[in-house]
């Protein structure tokens, strides 16, 4: 089955603990990114990788690291958590081929700091 | 930049009956996509319609349609019939076809409650 796998879904941590969330898809896509969702905010995009040890910053980079080793996977890495990073994280991956527009979405990793 | 705009956050229907959620956006590009997506109480993102900008016909998905008015950049969803599956935030997202989706531009989402 074709999926996005996010680890773990629900994070309860300390100010300053450095964490990281797992992201890893089996349909060999290119393009991975990450997003928090906030209410009243929406979706915004933090990172996203176009190929493997191809990063950049998305709206919202600032707090956060993202490394893409390999093509399947793409964490993402708060090396001091604050508490304005509670939040709901998405990863998602996508192929850049012409016509393939869909992004396939993790199940969400939410994230409490306190 | 890209901006993508949902005025309405939250709306309630009866069930059965019809609404349309509003989503405009801003942008230069003459290529994108918009889309609508559906996030129910599990919080799966669950892409419920597409639209290409060159393509005047609007897009439809059984009980889902679009009104995409490219010249006043704007994108509403109707959904017919509705069901209390239907209950969810939904956002509306721009694509640059330039990028793919791997830069999706996300609206603050409406809370949509189908009341039995």
């Known amino acids: 089955e074709a999926q996005v796998t996010q680890n773990p879904r629900y994070l309860i941590t300390v100010t300053g603990k450095k964490l990281t969330v797992t992201c890893s898809q089996n349909m060999n896509h290119e393009y991975m990114s990450w997003y928090r969702q906030d209410p009243g905010l929406g979706l915004r995009q933090i990172y996203y990788?176009?190929?493997?040890?191809?990063?950049d910053k998305g709206d919202v980079p600032e707090g956060y690291k993202v490394s893409r080793k390999e093509k399947r996977n793409f964490p993402l890495i708060l090396e001091s958590p604050s508490p304005n990073q509670t939040s709901l994280y998405f990863c998602a991956s996508s192929s850049p081929r012409k016509g393939k527009t869909e992004a396939f979405f993790g199940q969400g990793t939410r994230l409490t700091v306190v | 930049a890209q901006t993508v705009t949902q005025s309405q956050p939250e709306m309630s229907v009866q069930e059965a009956e019809t609404v349309t959620l509003s989503c405009t956006y801003d942008?230069?590009?003459?290529?994108?996509?918009l889309f609508w997506y559906k996030q129910p109480p599990s919080r799966q993102m669950i892409l419920v319609i597409r639209?290409?900008?060159?393509?005047?016909q609007n897009a439809t998905e059984n009980r889902f349609s679009v009104n995409f008015q490219k010249a006043a950049k704007s994108f509403s969803l109707k959904i017919s019939d509705s069901q209390l599956g239907d209950t969810a935030m939904y956002f509306c997202a721009f694509m640059k076809q330039t990028t793919g989706a791997n830069n999706l531009f996300f609206g603050t989402g409406t809370r949509l409650t189908v009341i039995p």
């Open positions: 942008t230069s590009e003459n290529n994108y996509y």
């Open positions: 990788s176009m190929n493997v040890e191809v990063t």
């Open positions: 639209q290409e900008a060159y393509k005047q």
